[in-house]
């Protein structure tokens, strides 16, 4: 079985006077901000080591599983407090400790001190990102201003436009329509094709010639209408408005989108010999689970 535990990342140094002998304690809780995780049976490890000197902070948290650390509810977040763990603080003799945690078998380490805190609690922070990668900042496509970009979507297909690679629905992606030429974040003076005041990226109809631009494909029904072109001095057909072949698309392209979890944990009420730390910043996690992407299949309409 794996060895288990969560880890708190931060520079801290506490100093106390120990009641029996007046000799000084002192820990050096200097970490990097990013820690790990490691999966047991039925219980998840976060850690963090360093080698010099050769020290390890790690938390045990029971009956919790990775993917319950980044299960974000329908607003994209999670949210845990007061958690019960157990936290260590461990030193060793051993140079290199960096493959001590997520070995089947273990390296075997001489531990020089072992510090345990039965009784903390930790706090969990989970924010799920998604970006469509169409170039445009989700922030700016709350279309109707009301703040809730779920409710954003111009081509009724089914996902919403800040999660929507081609917003309009014209299988042109959003990103090759030019929604920010010059990449200052104002969409102003974004593309517009005939001039009617809607951008391309949520234009239907990008040439104004009459016939939507996800149906002039004539030299291959690929759902790609750049690679349709009459005339090479104008360009696709789709942005020719003296080119208006009408071929009815059947389907949407289908859309990728990158997911991101930024995992923070705080520790909390870490009591060690006679020192107490009420709250401690444990850092961010870093693992291969917190990215992945999402295939996402519009409802043609």
Not at 138 to 143: C, M
Request: hydrophobic share 30%; net charge negative; charged share 30%.
């Amino acid at each position: 079985m794996r060895k288990l535990i969560f880890v708190l990342f931060s520079i801290f140094l506490i100093c106390i006077y120990s009641c029996d002998d007046g000799d000084i304690i002192e820990f050096n809780l200097d970490f990097d901000d990013e820690f790990y995780a490691c999966e047991g049976v039925s219980d998840l490890v976060i850690y963090k080591t360093k080698n010099d000197p050769s020290e390890s902070l790690s938390i045990l948290i029971p009956n919790f599983t990775l993917e319950d650390l980044i299960n974000v509810g329908d607003n994209d977040t999670l949210e845990i407090t007061d958690k019960s763990v157990t936290f260590y603080y461990r030193t060793y003799s051993d140079e290199n400790i960096s493959n001590l945690f997520c070995e089947d078998i273990p390296d075997v380490v001489n531990i020089t001190r072992n510090e345990v805190s039965y009784d903390s609690t930790i706090d969990i922070l989970t924010v799920l990102t998604e970006d469509d990668g169409d170039g445009i900042d989700s922030a700016l496509e709350d279309i109707n201003g009301n703040g809730d970009l779920t409710d954003d979507d111009t081509d009724n297909d089914g996902i919403p436009n800040y999660k929507d690679a081609d917003d309009d629905g014209d299988n042109v992606l959003t990103k090759d329509e030019n929604p920010d030429p010059d990449g200052d974040g104002d969409l102003s003076d974004a593309q517009d094709t005939d001039n009617d005041g809607i951008p391309d990226y949520l234009d239907a109809d990008d040439d104004g010639d009459g016939v939507n631009t996800r149906d002039e494909e004539t030299s291959s029904q690929d759902k790609n209408p750049t690679n349709d072109v009459t005339n090479e001095d104008v360009g696709p057909d789709y942005l020719n408005p003296d080119v208006s072949n009408n071929i009815p698309a059947t389907e949407y392209r289908t859309h990728t989108v990158s997911k991101s979890y930024l995992v923070t944990v705080t520790v909390k009420n870490i009591s060690i010999n006679e020192a107490v730390i009420e709250s401690l910043y444990f850092g961010t996690l870093s693992d291969s689970n917190t990215s992945e992407t999402e295939t996402l299949s519009p409802v043609f309409n």
